[in-house]
């Protein structure tokens, strides 16, 4: 018996080293020397096999969880604070991962060599377990395309007038609200919460076709305890989860064990995960049944109705879970964060919020002020697709809110083929990061970067040039990526920004309590993060007089 015993752990052995010899140790050798030998700069501190990874586990560990963003403890520690080089190497375990840090990169990556780029198959593996195959992680093949085309259609036309009609309501309803809780009662209000749920209502509404789930809560296992949380609420801790989970030591040595959900922690989280599908699922059977029962009934379009209506492209009701779990991610949070950040960046700085307050005023309420009236009693009603259309310095302040503070920070793939960008030779199957909030912050693209400025979007403005007064870079504002996995809720974002902050505007002024903060200096953000961690910040609400100069 111990011969057996011997010849199992011999051959344990050997599998173990040549696991270590041909998988690791060989592939990272080849690596590092395919880049280095292009004189690209690396991450310091490449140990054999693990490369920066113990690293950067240590900076996530280190770093508070708000202010973490992929790399950029790394970047500041080895290139200081000036811009970082286009492209930086680190390796990764066994893998090189490039950084790119210049859009320059990304009119190749985008364009011409968009038909190569892909989603890396480590990250949906990884990812998965959330989103399961959804379109987010899925290749680019034929299949996601199709899913593609029917859920961007919930985006277009009646489908898009529909769902307008049910953000009106929503806004409408949320004023009320604010007014009650915050106004009357003369209490803090805090920005994120409110927004979160705001966002997080038309979300449901626009995913599932319901408003009232937002109520909902569900059992959720921490540490051994059973406690009701909110469904959104859930999902947010399982993404922080999914997240930080990668920074393990453990994964460090066996990178495999990442597959495995192995830890207390870990069986928690997929039960947790199988809670919220479950739940997921029970909405999926029961509008089935409706749908049975009147095959007409569509009252907003919502994506999920929308699916049903496919089955050829939605075969299963887990396929349809990854879309809707992907959605309510994608969108509520990325719009949460935008509109929360633009509301505390619009009070750090007046005369932009007073440009806005004039367009407001002259675009969009002059009718409701045409009496000089001191207030708007329902902003919602001057609001419809036309009118908004028009809010061009809206656009602008959104857009710049999106440039400091992009809610998605960065975004990676490989290619299918070696490409050459930006002069670098990429190996297929290299992964690559799409460093954005580095981008955004580029010195070479953009004049004073640190600045809220939003006047730098108007394209006969000198501020929309670059520091040395050549025209910018087309995709140095790169917030919902490009080329052919550019953010499919882009357009409807945009739209529900222009009737949340305007309605909101229109009633009420907000003004942050953070006595730290002098008025006119950067405020703290609430940071693009913020996906995986919720910061208070506490806002005064008055209702805002229309009869004095704003
Ligand atoms: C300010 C708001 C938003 C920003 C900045 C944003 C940004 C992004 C980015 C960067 C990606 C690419 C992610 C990656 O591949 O790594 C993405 C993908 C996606 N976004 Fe958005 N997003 C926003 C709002 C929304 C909304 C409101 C929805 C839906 C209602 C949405 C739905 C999606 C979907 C479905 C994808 C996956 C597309 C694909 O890979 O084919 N997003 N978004």
């Known amino acids: ?65 708000q202010e973490f963003v992929p790399f950029g403890p790394m970047i500041k520690q ?26 320059k990169s990304l009119t190749e990556l985008y364009v011409t060599k968009n038909r190569f780029f892909e989603k890396d198959p480590i990250g949906a593996i990884q990812f998965g377990s959330l989103f399961g195959q959804s379109i987010v992680l899925a290749p680019s093949d034929e299949v996601w395309a199709k899913k593609r085309k029917v859920l961007g259609s919930a985006f277009y036309k009646e489908k898009l007038f ?25 209490y803090e ?38 406690k009701q949380m909110k469904v959104a609420d859930i999902l947010r801790q399982l993404t922080s989860y999914m997240i930080f989970r990668a920074g393990r030591y453990m994964f460090a040595v066996i990178p495999y064990m990442m597959f495995f959900y192995y830890s207390k922690e870990d069986r928690e989280y997929m039960a947790n995960i199988r809670t919220v599908r479950n739940f997921c699922l029970s909405i999926i059977e029961r509008r089935r049944k409706n749908l049975a029962a009147s095959p007409n009934e569509d009252k907003c379009g919502d994506i999920l109705t929308i699916m049903l209506q496919q089955p050829s492209v939605f075969a299963t009701n887990d396929s349809m879970i990854d879309e809707i779990i992907t959605f309510f991610l994608a969108g509520s949070f990325t719009l949460k964060t935008t509109n929360s950040n633009l509301l505390m960046y619009l009070d750090c700085n007046p005369k932009v919020y007073s440009t806005l307050m004039g367009e407001l005023r002259e675009t969009v309420f002059c009718e409701a002020l045409k009496n000089g009236g001191s207030r708007i009693e329902d902003p919602i009603a001057s609001l419809s697709i036309e009118s908004v259309e028009g809010l061009r ?45 580095q981008m955004h912050h580029d010195r070479t693209e953009w004049q004073r970067p640190s600045d809220f400025i939003p006047e730098r979007f108007d394209s006969l403005n000198p501020l929309s040039l670059r520091p040395d007064g050549a025209k910018r870079h087309p995709l140095a504002f790169n917030p919902f990526i490009g080329g052919k996995r550019i953010c499919l809720g882009k357009t409807f974002a945009e739209i529900v920004a222009k009737f949340v902050v305007p309605a909101l505007l229109g009633r009420f002024k907000f003004e942050h309590v953070d006595t730290d903060i002098p ?21 005064q609400v008055s209702i805002v007089d229309w009869s004095k100069k704003i």
């Open 1 to 65: 018996m111990w011969d057996y015993v011997l010849l199992g752990l011999k051959t344990l052995g050997v599998l173990v080293l040549l696991e270590v010899i041909l998988i690791r140790f060989i592939p990272f050798c080849l690596g590092y020397r395919h880049y280095s030998k292009q004189g690209l700069p690396f991450f310091q501190g490449v140990l054999p096999f693990v490369g920066n990874y113990l690293r950067l586990v240590r900076l996530m560990q280190e770093v508070p969880r």
């Open 393 to 437: 310095y809206f656009s602008q302040c959104f857009y710049e809110t999106l440039r400091l503070e992009p809610p998605t920070v960065a975004s990676g793939g490989i290619f299918t083929e070696d490409q050459e960008v930006c002069g670098v030779k990429i190996r297929k199957h290299d992964f690559f990061v799409i460093n954005m909030q």
């Open 519 to 539: 008025k006119g200096i950067k405020p703290k953000i609430i940071q693009n993060l913020n996906q995986v961690c919720d910061p208070i910040v506490p806002m």
């Open 189 to 226: 209000m805090d920005v994120v919460s409110e927004m979160g749920d705001l966002h997080m209502r038309i979300i449901l509404m626009t995913a599932f076709g319901l408003t009232d789930l937002h109520q909902v809560k569900l059992p959720y296992i921490e540490g051994g305890v059973t």
């Open 162 to 186: 529909k769902m307008v009609g049910v953000i009106r309501e929503i806004v409408r309803e949320k004023i009320v609200e604010i007014e009650k809780e915050y106004v009357e009662k003369r």
């Open 78 to 103: 080895d290139f200081g604070s000036a811009h970082p080089p286009e492209v930086i190497v680190s390796m990764m375990q066994q893998q090189p991962v490039l950084v790119l840090n210049s859009a």
